[in-house]
């Protein structure tokens, strides 16, 4: 696997104008088999909590809080970011939002 990830290059075409060509240093080569499986592998073992729902590159954290206890969604998703990095990825805040359903 490290020889088909190793000394690769691209460069990037505009109209007529080539760019010169740069080394990758990280990255999996697009439509590639092993693509998907070097997300994949690392995505299913991570869980956090009892309602971790995944879909494709997006998970999604649940949870049902009974009268009166508290949340327990900031120790759930700052466990799920420690096992992202443990894998060597990245949660993007930006990306992160909350919504609160009204108490029944």
């Known amino acids: ?3 088909f990830l190793r000394h690769r290059t691209q460069h990037v075409k505009v109209s007529d104008v080539l760019s010169y060509w740069l080394l990758i ?3 999996m080569p697009q439509g590639s088999f092993l693509g998907p499986l ?6 299913d073992g991570m869980t956090a909590g009892d309602c971790t729902h995944k879909y494709i590159d997006d998970t999604t954290l ?10 327990r969604m900031q120790l ?8 992202a990095n443990q894998c060597h990825m990245n949660v993007n805040e930006n990306c992160m939002n909350g919504r609160r359903l009204r108490k029944c």
Do not use: K, N
């Not at 070097?38 to 995505?43: H, L």
């Not at 759930?76 to 096992?83: G, I, S, T």
């Open 1 to 3: 696997m490290l020889d």
């Open 38 to 43: 070097t997300f994949i592998i690392p995505v």
């Open 76 to 83: 759930v998703v700052d466990d799920l970011a420690f096992q």
């Open 25 to 27: 240093s990280a990255g």
């Open 62 to 71: 649940t949870e049902l809080i009974p009268r009166p206890a508290t949340s």
